[in-house]
């Protein structure tokens, strides 16, 4: 009677163990989501395909001002670099002086 409890035992412990697969030279990764994903599965969250027919948008960091292509564009790029994050404002205030124009120091800066 202990052997086939025993058995049953060790039968309910290997059953009940969790098996990660071997990745076989590949680079296991864990994605956004804390999910294990290997190398090549991993895409680009930030890779957006934006549509040429998107309207410019005018955004604001609080330091400047910048038209974007588009909100796709804007989208992207926040997604890139949250610690710099542009909101769109108003379409007008590009062209009027509420706050200055992104310089060309602050584009390279901006990664732009």
Request: charged share 25%; aromatic share 10%.
């Amino acid at each position: 009677m202990k052997l086939i409890s025993l058995f049953f035992l060790a039968f309910v412990a290997f059953t009940a163990a969790k098996v990660v697969p071997v990745s076989n030279g590949i680079n296991l990764s864990i994605d956004q989501h804390g999910k294990r994903v290997y190398a090549d599965e991993v895409e680009d969250k930030c890779d957006y395909y934006c549509a040429k027919k998107d309207p410019s948008v005018c955004a604001t960091n609080g330091q400047c001002l910048l038209k974007f292509e588009s909100h796709c564009a804007m989208t992207a790029y926040n997604c890139r670099n949250p610690q710099k994050e542009f909101k769109t404002v108003e379409d007008h205030r590009c062209l009027q002086d509420w706050q200055p124009l992104c310089k060309e120091a602050d584009l390279r800066e901006f990664g732009l």
